[in-house]
């Protein structure tokens, strides 16, 4: 008894630390930028900036190119979510409710970007892109990031319309409901909050997406990720990047709060059921 108690402690032990680890390979890089957007000076060897200050963020956000990007990346993210809505929840609803020959193989195709190594996939499909003449222009970005949120529009939404109160819909249709007055006045109210948390995810994921961005749309379209980087590799001041990249994170944060408040744990590991 003893014995198993000692080794139950040291498994705690070991969790802790390796939680602890974790956290400060992933807190440690964030800390470091967000210091940075705050530092107006920041010399070898000093361990903290010499000196804090509002500096640089009132000279990135006086700057056309950052304006441009942003309502460039704005107008892109919505842009996709919408067809991403459009396309992806009528066949999660299929993909959760109806049989049909073929159903696992075409859901997984769905996924299957996300299952290869995606700069290897993206460099694929710019070669298309550049014979279609897509290379550098608007939708050729949209339909690049559009590959990207399937995962998120999917899989998602199919786990949310699968874990509606069947009963209800069935108490509905015996009192006389048609068909789409169930789907309106039942169905969708359930499966509504994490069909929205996924359609806020797709959005924040799409702003923040970097490579296809860069590959498809460069040098005409830029991002605010990709002016991000812009900034970095030309050694423009680090304060810059720092600043954009802080300005990055809010929406990711918000988005991610409030999915998980919205989206149980069991939802995506549910996937495709009977």
């Known amino acids: 008894m003893g014995r198993a108690r000692l080794a139950v402690a040291e498994a705690d032990w070991i969790g802790v630390l390796l939680a602890l680890l974790l956290t400060l390979f992933i807190a440690l890089p964030l800390v470091v930028v967000g210091t940075w957007a705050f530092s107006e000076v920041w010399r070898y060897p000093a361990v903290v900036p010499q000196h804090f200050g509002l500096r640089y963020w009132s000279l990135t956000l006086s700057r056309t190119d950052v304006w441009e990007a942003l309502f460039l990346s704005l107008r892109l993210a919505t842009t996709v979510t919408i067809l991403s809505a459009v396309i992806c929840l009528p066949a999660a609803y299929a993909f959760a409710r109806m049989k049909f020959p073929a159903r696992n193989i075409l859901f997984l195709s769905f996924l299957a970007s996300h299952a290869f190594p995606k700069f290897g996939l993206l460099?694929?499909?710019?070669?298309?892109?550049?014979?279609?003449?897509?290379?550098?222009?608007?939708?050729?970005?949209?339909?690049?990031?559009?590959?990207?949120?399937?995962?998120?529009?999917?899989?998602?939404?199919?786990?949310?319309?699968?874990?509606?109160?069947?009963?209800?819909?069935?108490?509905?249709?015996?009192?006389?409901?048609?068909?789409?007055?169930?789907?309106?006045?039942?169905?969708?109210?359930?499966?509504?909050?994490?069909?929205?948390?996924?359609?806020?995810?797709?959005?924040?994921?799409?702003?923040?997406?970097?490579?296809?961005?860069?590959?498809?749309?460069?040098?005409?379209?830029?991002?605010?990720?990709?002016?991000?980087?812009?900034?970095?590799?030309?050694?423009?001041?680090?304060?810059?990047?720092?600043?954009?990249?802080?300005?990055?994170?809010?929406?990711?944060?918000?988005?991610?709060?409030?999915?998980?408040?919205?989206?149980?744990?069991?939802t995506f590991a549910k996937g495709l059921g009977a």
Request: charged share 10%; hydrophobic share 60%.
């Open 123 to 266: 460099v694929a499909i710019a070669g298309i892109f550049l014979r279609i003449g897509l290379i550098s222009t608007f939708w050729g970005v949209v339909l690049i990031q559009l590959v990207g949120t399937l995962m998120l529009m999917i899989w998602i939404p199919v786990a949310a319309f699968q874990n509606v109160d069947r009963r209800m819909e069935e108490a509905a249709r015996d009192a006389g409901a048609a068909p789409l007055r169930v789907f309106w006045s039942i169905t969708l109210p359930q499966a509504a909050p994490t069909i929205v948390a996924a359609v806020l995810l797709t959005f924040v994921a799409t702003f923040y997406e970097t490579e296809g961005a860069w590959l498809i749309g460069a040098p005409e379209i830029r991002t605010m990720p990709v002016l991000m980087v812009t900034f970095i590799n030309n050694q423009i001041v680090v304060q810059y990047g720092a600043v954009l990249s802080v300005m990055l994170w809010v929406p990711s944060f918000i988005a991610l709060m409030f999915a998980r408040r919205v989206i149980g744990t069991g």
